[in-house]
T-cell receptor, first 113, second 115 residues
């Protein structure tokens, strides 16, 4: 257990509305990530953070923004949700004390109707 | 760009038997990490095993072991004494070491355990 909590776990929202997913970690890891999982694509990196207020884009960042104002929280925001953003979203941390292994949260199911 | 290929979309094995899942990858880097993750129906991503490329010895974790062939860019997962709880999707993943924060995943292998 890497001490990662995602919220909400399930959400249904309407097209055009803003949505924020929260990732909370309890073990003071420096690196945090947001991935999405879609059929046929495995997991793809959206954004990541390497410290408070330090973030960078991943391979599918369009339509998403992130913020990290505290070490323990990494927020993913969909400014105006679209149906193509219906997906399962995973938060992850990198454990530098454990061979730089990436550990994942339990996932957040987002449906945009 | 790095790519990860899992050529077996589905595999099945009898309970208590051994099964090997294949993974190949393409990279120009010399130092990197490789992982196998298990995703049961709950959709949680669970780390099974990891391998650092600089280590020649194959990683093992209880019933799970890998066959890491660096020159061939191959990273297969062997599951011994298969159990019903091993049924899941298995993903192979690659991460570079220097300034590359992205985990690149294969498309997965669905493993079925036959009682």
């Amino acid at each position: 257990d890497a001490g990662i909590t995602q919220s909400p776990r399930h959400k249904v929202t309407e097209t055009g509305t803003p949505v924020t997913l929260r990732c909370h970690q309890t073990e003071n890891h420096r690196y945090m990530y947001w991935y999405r999982q879609d059929p046929g694509h495995g997991l793809r990196l959206i954004h990541y953070s390497y410290g408070v207020k330090d973030t960078d884009k991943g391979e599918v960042s369009d339509g998403y923004s992130v913020s990290r104002s505290k070490t323990e929280d990494f927020l993913l925001t969909l400014e105006s949700a679209t149906s193509s953003q219906t997906s399962v979203y995973f938060c992850a941390i990198r454990d530098d004390r454990d061979g730089n292994t990436i550990y994942f949260g339990e996932g957040s199911w987002l449906t945009v109707v | 760009a790095q790519t990860v290929t899992q050529s077996q979309p589905e595999m099945s094995v009898q309970e208590a038997e051994t099964v090997t899942l294949s993974c190949t990858y393409d990279t120009s880097e010399s130092d990197y990490y490789l992982f196998w993750y298990k995703q049961p129906p709950s959709r949680q991503m669970i780390l099974v095993i990891r391998q650092e490329a600089y280590k020649q010895q194959n990683a093992t974790e209880n019933r799970f072991s890998v066959n890491f062939q660096k020159a061939a860019k191959s990273f297969s997962l062997k599951i011994s004494d298969s159990q019903l709880g091993d049924a899941a999707m298995y993903f192979c993943a690659y991460r570079g070491n220097f300034g590359n924060e992205k985990l690149t995943f294969g498309t997965g292998t669905r493993l079925t355990i036959i009682p």
